[in-house]
């Protein structure tokens, strides 16, 4: 998997936190996985924990 | 972060996980840590301003590697709802999540049971009201899996399939039925709104499943809450637990992938509590009989429809 970091604080990415400057940006692996209907990716928070967006393919943010 | 000890009174391990006495613990709306980062608003676990579902280590793990995992997963941005709220679509969604959940975490080394879980209601510990639930991957097969293991070899074959059978014949605790999933109170069920939602077909975890038995497992979910939220006419508290195969290096050892709700109500705002016999001698003392319960709940299903 390739990890990549999200831009700067302030760089308008939807990753940008709004209370003020990261040690460490959020590093985002750009490549999509699948799994049935679902695409996903996977980030770092800034503490190091995993987070995996799961979005269904088709779908966007609907709540 | 977190220690194992072994009550050799009881055979089970213990496992310490003290820093989870300061976890967020029932914040107000606006400072809800699973709802999504809004634009100028504060930056919260999840820093998006939109998602669909969400998994992330837990703050507060139980266990974490190289001795498990604890994750949150988080079925909404949206702040109110509720299995029985969400869309057909997101609940199925939320299948294939929890089937790439214990398909990754089933593969680590250090993890030997993936336990996926929701508590629901303020009766049952919970912290947070955000729609979400919980998965902690454990590096021991924990005791009521293993009792279901042992089930299966009291019985000679897998324990489910037989009881579902019995429970099909008699038909009298049935609640809700597809081609692909049954649900029941069981024949001796210790809760009074216990239900089992079971795959007839015998899969030994999500894995196993196709994508139509997923869907009528997630639609099985959904009615089911619904039913429990009709019960009473206002939200159920329940602990859901999907009890799959262990993913130990041993070898195949049964298991048939189901979903054991266990709602602390016995009745409209009185609780079933563990007390002397539950807790001291590990019998539990019923206040209604499953037959009639099943048959409430068969009707609260149907208005809840």
Redesign the interface.
């Known amino acids: 998997m390739r990890w990549e970091t999200a831009g700067p604080p302030g760089a308008g990415d939807?990753?940008?936190?709004?209370?003020g400057p990261r040690e460490e940006p959020?590093k985002v692996a750009r490549e999509e996985e699948h799994?049935?209907?679902?695409s996903?990716t996977r980030e770092v928070?800034d503490?190091g924990?995993?987070?995996?967006?799961?979005?269904?393919r088709g779908?966007r943010?609907?709540? | 972060m977190g220690d194992l000890r072994y009550n050799e009174l009881r055979g089970e391990e213990v496992d310490y996980a003290i820093h989870r006495q300061d976890r967020t613990f029932l914040p107000e709306p606006e400072h809800c840590p699973l709802c999504p980062t809004r634009p100028g608003g504060a930056v919260t676990e999840i820093p998006h301003p939109a998602f669909e579902i969400v998994v992330f280590e837990n703050r507060f793990p139980a266990f974490v590697a190289p001795h498990g995992a604890s994750e949150v997963v988080v079925y909404t941005d949206s702040h109110e709802g509720s299995l029985g709220t969400l869309s057909a679509e997101r609940v199925d969604s939320l299948m294939w999540v929890w089937r790439q959940r214990y398909q990754e975490l089933g593969a680590r080394e250090d993890v030997r049971y993936v336990l996926i879980f929701e508590n629901r209601g303020v009766q049952v510990g919970v912290t947070l009201h955000h729609p979400h639930g919980q998965i902690y991957a454990y590096p021991f097969v924990p005791p009521v899996p293993e009792r279901e293991l042992q089930a299966d070899e009291r019985l000679g074959g897998c324990a489910i399939c037989s009881l579902l059978a019995q429970e099909l014949e008699d038909g009298r605790r049935v609640v809700y039925e597809t081609a692909q999933v049954a649900v029941y109170v069981p024949y001796a069920a210790r809760w009074a709104f216990e239900a089992h939602v079971v795959m007839r077909s015998h899969r030994a975890s999500l894995l196993d499943c196709d994508a139509a038995e997923l869907s009528s497992l997630a639609g099985a979910l959904g009615a089911l809450v619904r039913g429990y939220d009709a019960l009473f006419d206002e939200p159920f508290p329940y602990v859901m637990a999907v009890h799959q195969a262990p993913t130990d290096d041993g070898p195949p050892r049964g298991s048939h992938l189901h979903v054991e709700f266990y709602p602390p109500l016995r009745t409209a705002g009185k609780l079933k509590y563990l007390a002397g016999s539950e807790q001291g001698a590990g019998t539990f003392i019923a206040d209604t009989l499953p037959e009639e319960s099943a048959a409430t709940l068969r009707e609260a299903i149907a208005r809840g429809a």
């Open positions: 939807a990753h940008t936190r709004t209370d959020l799994v049935g209907p679902l996903f928070k503490d924990r995993m987070l995996i967006l799961y979005r269904r779908e943010g609907d709540g």
